[in-house]
């Protein structure tokens, strides 16, 4: 417990935005309340000083019981939707909690195309690089020949972060993407320069677009191995929103059967990676 000379109306609502304070109701309806509470704690904290002032001039026989707070009662409200607590987790501490604005786009891993970003430090000058992430930050320079200007980004996925940088033209073509908590398909080139890595970005598209597939093809014809087949086992789901058809056998005589998965564990996003249907 700590008094309102220690917590302040600004100390409190950080406390709030960031999530602290989730066990005693909604971030909005919180921050709607918050004025009255703090007024209520502020008139008992002058209560108690009065109390104690007049401790020694008054009969010990008329103390009476303090009196315990009226609850406060929440007002009508809009529920603080997970973006917003995103941007405020952010804005506070530096990272996600509630959340990663990526979470709910995981099963793009199930496609090899896509890299992380943490796998740029891994790649060569001049690779190709398709990857879906958001904007982490970003700063703005201006060219020295024609004073045009480009942005100098970090991005970020569930893998970690990597540098990116939008020239002129590009960022001209696709600043309006640029927003926090965006998805983001960003393709380019990797650039190596006094031994560190970013990215040349040559083209960018609102993560939007891409839709989970509602139908799968695994291949795992002439495996015959009983931890691969166990594995595999393990990843079916009836309730699953998937339909996945696995080919099995050998290949002069390819068999195959139909089950439902889902792509919301990391296990199972390894599992269909490795053996999708190229």
Same mark, same amino acid.
């Given at each position: ?17 960031? *999530? ?32 104690? !002032? ?34 405020? #987790?952010?804005?506070?501490? *530096? ?26 430090? =891994? ?19 201006? +060219?020295?020949?024609? =004073? #045009?200007?480009?942005?100098?980004? !970090?991005?970020?996925?569930?893998? *970690? ?7 002129? &033209? ?5 600043? =309006?993407?640029?927003?926090? +908590? +965006?998805?983001?398909?960003? &393709? ?13 970005? #040559? ?13 799968? !093809?695994?291949?795992?014809? *002439?495996?015959?191995?009983?931890? +691969?087949?166990?594995?595999?086992? =393990? ?26 998965? &889902? ?16």
């Amino acid at each position: 417990r700590v008094g309102t000379e220690l917590i302040n109306k600004r100390s409190a609502e950080s406390l709030i935005k960031s *999530g602290a304070l989730d066990q005693f109701g909604d971030r909005n309806a919180l921050l709607k309340i918050m004025p009255e509470m703090l007024q209520k704690a502020n008139s008992k904290a002058r209560e108690k000083d009065s109390d104690q !002032t007049g401790l020694f001039a008054i009969d010990f026989g008329d103390l009476q019981p303090q009196k315990n707070f009226i609850a406060t009662p929440f007002p009508s409200f809009e529920p603080a939707p997970d973006r917003e607590k995103m941007l405020w #987790e952010k804005e506070l501490m *530096g990272l996600y909690i509630t959340t990663h604005p990526l979470s709910k786009y995981s099963w793009i891993r199930i496609f090899s195309d896509y890299i992380n970003c943490a796998d740029v430090e =891994n790649l060569t000058q001049d690779s190709s690089v398709k990857l879906f992430g958001l904007v982490s930050s970003q700063k703005f320079t201006f +060219t020295k020949a024609k =004073n #045009e200007k480009m942005a100098i980004l !970090t991005l970020e996925d569930e893998s *970690g972060k990597c540098d990116a940088v939008l020239f002129p &033209r590009t960022y001209e073509k696709f600043q =309006n993407l640029l927003l926090e +908590t +965006t998805p983001l398909i960003i &393709r380019g080139k990797v650039n190596v320069r006094d031994e560190k890595k970013s990215l040349i970005i #040559e083209q960018m598209e609102h993560g939007a677009t891409l839709k989970p597939p509602k139908k799968l !093809t695994l291949n795992i014809v *002439g495996i015959n191995d009983p931890e +691969t087949i166990a594995e595999l086992k =393990n990843c079916f789901h009836d309730d699953g929103e998937i339909e996945v058809i696995v080919e099995y056998g050998s290949k002069a005589n390819v068999k195959s059967f139909t089950k439902k998965m &889902r792509l919301d564990a990391f296990g199972v996003i390894n599992c269909v990676r490795k053996w999708i249907k190229r």
